[in-house]
């Protein structure tokens, strides 16, 4: 197996099985997190300040008020910030692949996976984005939210029939094909309603990216898509064309999450552009669009590498786009991108409270500081799921005692249940404090679960020093009304 090494956010390889010596290392390596410094590349959100007397504060709210008022744990959103990071892709995609440069223009969907509620939809449109979900929630809240149709799009490995009559009804922009038996489904839905959907399809394109397999997702043993390789992909394609109700749009391809590196959207760029242009020989159909997917990477805790911008990530494809299509001879074809985690995740942070703290020796020598706080994996499963690195910091003072080695636990009964592996946070740290642990705005609150029957965090939004909740805290109520007895 090889030597598992903590990068972008994620463990790589054995994750599990070295989780040990990765630990024994860390001992060593503990960092404490970086300040905030107002840079969107930073690990905190543009508006997390700590002021003269210690305490943090995003976007002017002091942290500390926060917790008073609302109690924790909390997610924190940073709204400005939010908005600004999908603005910035609309302005980038739009100046990229400006028309007059004759390229075809562009579409950012916001990946409603990341962290989806009625605000964060209204916000991303607001800003030029359009929303993409992937189940009967996600596309509720999207509709809920006041977005057209035609600025949603639809994806799924397993979309039931229920998710596709809603997306027809409400004439979607696009529904995703991920498999051969949803297109004889998707046609005979919209031949009975008596419209033409507009569908595109996942392929995979073998390029391998994302530091976790979990997160992978173009690579060829894994459930999204069709494939290339085998075939399946032109035989969708072959489907489609022949189905009067189906109007094939374009095609898909999205290579995993958390990627830091531009070259494996490339690739895949270079592979759906070809395929399309083989696909246009074929059957004369050249496809007006291609999907080039989402998974941009951003910092977790501040010792990885620096994410690359939208302007960056717009200009890189906008490149590879223009030289491939020119090589091949064929029209440029409009493009979307569906980024979630560099939108929502470092405009969002969660505040604990930290109850129980234990000195524990470690058997190669060497003590590490047990940090117990009122949360854990039920809130964020990352660290538990994929080993992702994240980073914390002291948020209702600072400290000028030493920094120890410590470990950010949760309050749930499983010794996975960890926050942030290794970081140096002051030796004094004890009951009462505030940590903040940042960039946890994308697959915290989306993909948190009520395990040992705790309540789910409300979602604060904070707009120039304004609190609001936009999704209120779970309550013991909550849980119980779900008993049926
Ligand atoms: C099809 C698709 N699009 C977009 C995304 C969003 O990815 P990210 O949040 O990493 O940008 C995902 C999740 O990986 C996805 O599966
Ligand atoms: N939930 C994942 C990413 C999911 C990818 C969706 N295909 C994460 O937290 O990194």
């Given at each position: 197996?090889?030597?598992?090494?903590?990068?972008?956010?994620?463990?790589?390889?054995?994750?599990?099985?070295?989780?040990?010596?990765?630990?024994?290392?860390?001992?060593?390596?503990?960092?404490?997190?970086?300040?905030?410094?107002?840079?969107?590349?930073?690990?905190?959100?543009?508006?997390?300040?700590?002021?003269?007397?210690?305490?943090?504060?995003?976007?002017?709210?002091?942290?500390?008020?926060?917790?008073?008022?609302?109690?924790?744990?909390?997610?924190?959103?940073?709204?400005?910030?939010?908005?600004?990071?999908?603005?910035?892709?609309?302005?980038?995609?739009?100046?990229?692949?400006?028309?007059?440069?004759?390229?075809?223009?562009?579409?950012?969907?916001?990946?409603?996976?990341?962290?989806?509620?009625?605000?964060?939809?209204r916000w991303v449109h607001s800003e030029g984005l359009r929303i993409d979900t992937s189940t009967a929630g996600e596309l509720a809240v999207a509709l809920r939210a006041g977005?057209?149709?035609?600025?949603?799009?639809?994806?799924?490995?397993?979309?039931?029939?229920?998710?596709?009559?809603?997306?027809?009804?409400?004439?979607?922009?696009?529904?995703?094909?991920?498999?051969?038996?949803?297109?004889?489904?998707?046609?005979?839905?919209?031949?009975?309603?008596?419209?033409?959907?507009?569908?595109?399809?996942?392929?995979?394109?073998?390029?391998?990216?994302?530091?976790?397999?979990?997160?992978?997702?173009?690579?060829?043993?894994?459930?999204?898509?069709?494939?290339?390789?085998?075939?399946?992909?032109?035989?969708?394609?072959?489907?489609?064309?022949?189905?009067?109700?189906?109007?094939?749009?374009?095609?898909?391809?999205?290579?995993?999450?958390?990627?830091?590196?531009?070259?494996?959207?490339?690739?895949?760029?270079?592979?759906?552009?070809?395929?399309?242009?083989?696909?246009?020989?074929?059957?004369?159909?050249?496809?007006?669009?291609?999907?080039?997917?989402?998974?941009?990477?951003?910092?977790?805790?501040?010792?990885?590498?620096?994410?690359?911008?939208?302007?960056?990530?717009?200009?890189?494809?906008?490149?590879?786009?223009?030289?491939?299509?020119?090589?091949?001879?064929?029209?440029?074809?409009r493009i979307s991108v569906e980024p979630g985690r560099s939108i929502a995740g470092p405009a969002g942070l969660t505040l604990y409270r930290v109850g129980a703290v234990k000195?524990?020796?470690?058997?190669?020598?060497?003590?590490?500081?047990?940090?117990?706080?009122?949360?854990?994996?039920?809130?964020?499963?990352?660290?538990?799921?994929?080993?992702?690195?994240?980073?914390?910091?002291?948020?209702?003072?600072?400290?000028?005692?030493?920094?120890?080695?410590?470990?950010?636990?949760?309050?749930?009964?499983?010794?996975?249940?960890?926050?942030?592996?290794?970081?140096?946070?002051?030796?004094?740290?004890?009951?009462?404090?505030?940590?903040?642990?940042?960039?946890?705005?994308?697959?915290?609150?989306?993909?948190?679960?009520?395990?040992?029957?705790?309540?789910?965090?409300?979602?604060?939004?904070?707009?120039?020093?304004?609190?609001?909740?936009?999704?209120?805290?779970?309550?013991?109520?909550?849980?119980?009304?779900?008993?049926?007895?």
């Open positions: 197996m090889s030597e598992p090494t903590r990068h972008d956010g994620v463990l790589a390889d054995g994750a599990h099985d070295a989780a040990a010596e990765v630990a024994a290392e860390a001992v060593t390596s503990a960092r404490p997190a970086p300040e905030p410094d107002g840079r969107p590349a930073s690990v905190w959100s543009t508006g997390v300040c700590r002021s003269d007397d210690g305490a943090l504060s995003v976007a002017g709210a002091d942290l500390r008020a926060v917790a008073a008022e609302h109690g924790t744990p909390a997610y924190v959103v940073d709204e400005a910030d939010l908005r600004a990071r999908a603005r910035s892709y609309a302005e980038a995609f739009a100046a990229a692949f400006a028309e007059s440069e004759g390229l075809a223009g562009a579409d950012v969907y916001y990946a409603g996976k990341a962290f989806l509620s009625l605000a964060v939809a977005v057209p149709g035609e600025h949603i799009g639809l994806h799924g490995n397993n979309k039931s029939d229920e998710e596709l009559v809603t997306a027809i009804e409400h004439r979607v922009g696009r529904i995703v094909v991920d498999s051969l038996g949803e297109i004889e489904r998707v046609a005979a839905l919209a031949a009975e309603r008596g419209v033409r959907a507009p569908v595109m399809v996942r392929v995979t394109t073998g390029v391998h990216a994302g530091g976790h397999d979990f997160i992978a997702t173009a690579h060829e043993d894994q459930k999204f898509g069709l494939s290339l390789a085998s075939g399946a992909a032109r035989q969708a394609f072959e489907e489609i064309l022949a189905a009067p109700s189906l109007n094939l749009i374009g095609v898909h391809s999205h290579i995993g999450s958390q990627i830091l590196d531009l070259a494996g959207f490339e690739a895949a760029a270079r592979s759906v552009l070809q395929l399309r242009a083989e696909i246009a020989e074929e059957t004369g159909h050249l496809m007006p669009e291609v999907d080039l997917g989402g998974g941009y990477g951003i910092r977790y805790t501040g010792a990885d590498d620096e994410p690359p911008s939208p302007a960056q990530i717009a200009t890189g494809l906008a490149t590879i786009v223009h030289a491939v299509c020119a090589e091949l001879g064929t029209e440029i074809p000195p524990v020796a470690l058997d190669g020598g060497g003590e590490r500081l047990y940090v117990s706080v009122d949360g854990g994996m039920s809130d964020n499963i990352r660290p538990a799921l994929y080993g992702a690195a994240y980073t914390a910091a002291l948020a209702n003072r600072t400290s000028a005692v030493e920094h120890v080695t410590a470990r950010v636990v949760g309050k749930h009964c499983e010794s996975g249940d960890i926050v942030v592996h290794d970081v140096a946070l002051p030796a004094d740290i004890g009951p009462g404090d505030l940590l903040a642990v940042p960039a946890t705005g994308a697959y915290g609150r989306s993909m948190a679960s009520q395990y040992n029957l705790v309540p789910r965090p409300p979602v604060l939004a904070v707009t120039e020093g304004q609190v609001r909740p936009i999704m209120r805290r779970e309550t013991l109520e909550d849980l119980l009304a779900l008993d049926l007895g």
